[in-house]
T-cell receptor, first 112, second 112 residues
Framework: NAGVTQTPKFQVLKTGQSMTLQCAQD?????MYWYRQDPGMGLRLIYY???????DKGEVPNGYNVSRLNKREFSLRLESAAPSQTSVYFC???????????FGNGTRLTVT | GENVEQHPSTLSVQEGDSAVIKCTYSDSASNYFPWYKQELGKRPQLIIDIRSNVGEKKDQRIAVTLNKTAKHFSLHITETQPEDSAVYFCAARNSGNTPLVFGKGTRLSVIA
């Protein structure tokens, strides 16, 4: 039982490049989330998926897109990376919106 | 929407002393208040949570108190140890179809 698995762990991009961050959970959770963490800013929600087939914007969605591929997988795409997107990205899942969050180990992204 | 303020942003205590971190929230409909601990380079992990039908909850050296009238909740750590050094995040969520909103975090340093 791996919990929430994120790939890659580290990534360096040049401005304008695109990439997809992958996230998968094996806990049969209904809801999945993408957060970014920046120093002094806490955890800010980018997008979330309350259930398979739905996605909603969070606090900071600009510059990102998401896909809830199936119940297990929720990917985050940067179409044209910018230095402002340098951050640590965490995927998380919950059984439902009223349950505790389970986080993945994070992806450290640097955009130069 | 919900807004969560967390204080202080940094806190240093001597080993064995108590530490208190306070959070306020804006949405009177919020009813779930978890606390997460994040060690350096690791993912956030749930340490304790409280729901609005109780005023206090304890788990060994950790306790959380909730004052719904004043819309604030606090984390109390007694007999602090060096391994308590971490960043702590509070969060709040209402009963609607919305995800958790996090505070900006408190960096706790326990000095041996």
């Amino acid at each position: 039982n791996a919990g929430v698995t994120q790939t890659p762990k580290f990534q360096v991009l040049k401005t304008g490049q695109s990439m997809t961050l992958q996230c998968a959970q094996d806990m049969n959770h209904n809801s999945m989330y993408w957060y970014r963490q920046d120093p002094g800013m806490g955890l800010r929600l980018i997008y979330y998926s309350a259930s398979e087939g739905t996605t909603d914007k969070g606090e900071v969605p600009n510059g990102y897109n998401v896909s809830r591929l199936n119940k297990r997988e929720f990917s985050l795409r940067l179409e044209s990376a910018a230095p402002s997107q340098t951050s640590v990205y965490f995927c998380a899942s919950t059984e439902n919106l009223n349950s505790p969050l389970h986080f993945g180990n994070g992806t450290r992204l640097t955009v130069t | 929407g919900e807004n969560v303020e967390q204080h202080p942003s940094t806190l240093s205590v001597q080993e064995g002393d108590s530490a208190v971190i306070k959070c306020t929230y804006s949405d009177s409909a919020s009813n779930y208040f978890p606390w997460y601990k994040q060690e350096l380079g690791k993912r956030p992990q749930l340490i304790i949570d409280i729901r609005s039908n109780v005023g206090e909850k304890k788990d060994q050296r950790i306790a959380v108190t909730l004052n719904k009238t004043a819309k604030h909740f606090s984390l109390h750590i007694t007999e602090t140890q060096p391994e308590d050094s971490a960043v702590y995040f509070c969060a709040a969520r209402n009963s609607g179809n919305t995800p958790l909103v996090f505070g900006k975090g408190t960096r706790l340093s326990v000095i041996a």
